[in-house]
């Protein structure tokens, strides 16, 4: 499996950077958590007047073959109905990167159709989904190092282009039972906690994913390997975005985290390349169980908390506004000495 460079944001920028956000004309650490992420932002870029420029959000396609086992309480044709329904505009990360003018392209990883070459679309294909990792791995640890190709080739084509700012969605019908595997073995935290509701499912249904998850367990047995778990329990959508956080963090490229699903991917990323959760804002804190855990394993304090558990990257669009806001509040607030205000007596 390819290597990456990436180091930590850590240095002796970070105190220069807070006697700039300590100058601003407002009590002091009155901006909050906005205060963390235009420090985290300014030290991804290493300097004291970051940028964002031309932004992308990237929802990241692939289907499970645990879905059929009925580990959700949708089937499986709803991962390429919902990519068309991403095609046409009509999906909530459509509306949401609309509203706030951040251009989205859907990237299939693996989904089980041929949607041809279309507008909108990047062929990064695996396969037609994974094999259920309830009988066998997940996919080949061929197929997971092709992920990673796939997603440097993808972030070198956006880097290339001015890119410095990249968002991660994901749909795949089953995918929150594939992250909770993730969450488990890489946590430690037990299979029940980590474990949830994902579409809908009712307490019957939650149930029986408990157990087809705990019968996966016990096919492979005890592992905290985060290459090998993300070959086992992964989706070609979940392997792909790990890579793309790695070659992103390897750029220094700013990496918005969405929910669950793209948050079991910066664990693997991060459980990979600790450094690489310098570059990752939590956009934030997704209904689902076992987010919580995935949050306090990345000691993340997510911007919003909206009740939301729907993926598509909904959470990332959401909090674009407050990252602009940061990199903004940081480069053209006026400071006590410039405004001529009073500091504290
Ligand atoms: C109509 C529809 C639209 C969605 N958009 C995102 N997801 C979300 O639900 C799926 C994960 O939940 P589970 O593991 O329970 O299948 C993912 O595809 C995710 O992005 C959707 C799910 C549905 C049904
Ligand atoms: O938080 C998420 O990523 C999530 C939650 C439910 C369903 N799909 C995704």
Not at 34 to 54: C, M, V
Not at 96 to 108: K, W, Y
Not at 115 to 129: D, Q, T, V, W
């Amino acid at each position: 499996m390819r290597t990456f460079n990436i180091v930590t944001t850590a240095g002796p920028l970070a105190q220069q950077l807070q006697k700039k956000i300590d100058g601003k004309t407002k009590p002091l650490g009155a901006l909050g958590q906005l205060e963390a992420l235009a420090q985290q932002i300014a030290l991804i870029q290493q300097t004291e007047s970051p940028k964002l420029s031309a932004p992308q959000m990237l929802v990241f396609a692939g289907d499970h073959g645990a879905a059929k086992a009925g580990v959700s309480a949708y089937p499986q044709d709803v991962t390429w109905q919902m990519v068309e329904n991403f095609l046409a505009g009509g999906a909530a990360i459509n509306v949401f990167t609309r509203t706030h003018g951040l251009p989205l392209a859907v990237v299939d990883c693996g989904v089980a159709h041929d949607f041809g070459e279309r507008a909108g679309l990047i062929n990064c294909k695996l396969g037609a989904g994974t094999e259920s990792y309830i009988e066998a791995p997940a996919m080949t640890a061929e197929r997971c190092a092709q992920a990673f190709e796939n997603a440097v080739a993808l972030v070198t084509r956006y880097a290339e282009s001015g890119c410095n700012v990249i968002g991660l969605g994901e749909m795949g019908i089953g995918n929150t039972a594939s992250a909770s595997l993730i969450t488990h073995c890489l946590t430690d935290h037990p299979l029940e906690v980590c474990v949830g509701r994902g579409t809908g499912l009712d307490d019957a249904g939650l149930n029986r994913k408990q157990q087809l998850l705990a019968q996966a367990l016990g096919r492979t047995g005890k592992m905290r390997d985060p290459a090998k778990v993300l070959q086992e329990f992964g989706g070609f959508e979940i392997a792909t975005m790990v890579g793309v956080i790695l070659a992103a963090a390897e750029r220094r490229i700013v990496v918005l985290i969405d929910g669950f699903v793209v948050g079991a991917a910066a664990l693997v990323a991060c459980t990979l390349y600790p450094a690489a959760r310098d570059y990752c804002v939590y956009c934030h804190r997704s209904a689902e169980a076992g987010h919580r855990v995935q949050l306090a394993a990345m000691q993340a304090q997510p911007l919003l908390d909206l009740g939301l558990r729907l993926g598509e990257g909904t959470g990332v669009a959401l909090a674009w506004p407050l990252v602009k806001a940061a990199v903004a509040f940081l480069n053209d607030m006026a400071s006590f000495a410039s405004a001529g205000v009073s500091e504290k007596a």
